[in-house]
């Protein structure tokens, strides 16, 4: 196993859901990123994804296109994202992911992207416009790096759509609980946990909810179906209100600590 399918396989056994934060590379700068990683790792992350900027963003609401766009002003590229990865598995075995646009991918060519991902630490990638059917050579160098590829659904997938998602994707599905990009909401949708039933009888790999989930409250609610909540502009929304790197990093591992014991009240309600 790598080190997605150790987590969600040790958080299987213990009865607990994954909490799996977002952060944009980069915001405000490289080494920060590296300081936040460890903070949410110290609150109680147990995977995190990591944003590459890209500045023509489809999936990505206000908060988390500031962000990109305050990192591409720092001078953030994939290969400065990849040296970031490797300087944070010099202190962490968290298992990491890129979310990323196929662009950059792209320029940076599919083979290469992913032997240089895998051997800088990355254990998988999700790339919000590249659906399966056209994945195919990112696919192919994918699996033959052992980067899990994973792919998204939505309340608005049809079943012949799940079916084909569930068969490509690894690591665990990205369910998108909502119509629309990323960003804070006041409440779920009412649909979310039909929407996660459609998924069970589709596939035994787990289930990671995101985009709109911003609160502890909200997250607890998600894992109550889910395997895993997803939190991303709400935790980049901190960074961006806070003052200063140290300011942020502690922030960010109370921010963690509050999500870690709701999605573990969700363990003892579920039992």
């Known amino acids: 196993m790598n080190r997605i399918d150790a987590a969600f ?14 952060l944009m ?10 300081s936040f990683v460890r903070a949410l790792e110290r609150g109680g992350a147990d995977l995190i994804e990591l944003g590459v900027p890209f500045s ?5 609401g206000p908060v988390i296109q500031r962000a990109s766009e305050r990192s591409l002003w720092e001078g953030t ?28 991918v792209a320029k940076y060519g599919e083979a290469r992207f992913a032997r240089d991902a895998l051997a800088a630490g990355v254990d998988g990638v999700i790339i919000p416009d590249l659906p399966p059917e056209e ?3 990112v696919r192919v160098a994918a699996r ?10 939505a309340p608005t997938s049809t079943e012949d759509r799940i079916r084909r998602v569930c068969r490509a994707t690894q690591g665990f599905v990205y369910y998108v609980s909502l119509t629309g990009v990323t960003g804070m909401r006041r409440s ?3 649909t979310l946990m039909e929407g996660i039933q459609r998924l069970r009888k589709a596939t035994r790999i787990p289930i990671a909810v995101g985009f709109g989930i911003s609160s502890p409250g909200q997250a607890e609610r998600a894992a109550r179906w889910a395997d895993g909540v997803i939190v991303g ?30 999605l573990d009240r969700c363990r003892k309600r579920t039992r």
Do not use: W
């Open 9 to 22: 396989h040790r958080l299987r056994k213990e009865g607990r859901k994954a909490f799996i934060p977002y």
């Open 25 to 34: 590379a980069g915001d405000p700068r490289m080494d920060a990123t590296v």
């Open 56 to 60: 023509d963003p489809l999936a990505d």
């Open 77 to 104: 590229t994939l290969r400065g994202v990849l040296a970031c990865v490797r300087r944070i598995r010099q202190q962490s075995q968290i298992p990491l992911l890129l979310m990323t646009y196929y662009n950059p």
């Open 135 to 137: 994945a195919g050579g």
């Open 144 to 153: 033959r790096e052992g980067l899990d590829l994973v792919f998204l659904l």
């Open 188 to 190: 779920l949708d009412p």
């Open 233 to 262: 502009s709400a935790c980049v929304r901190l960074i961006e209100q806070s003052r200063g790197v140290r300011d942020a990093a502690r922030r960010l591992q109370a921010f963690a600590s509050r999500f870690r014991r709701a």
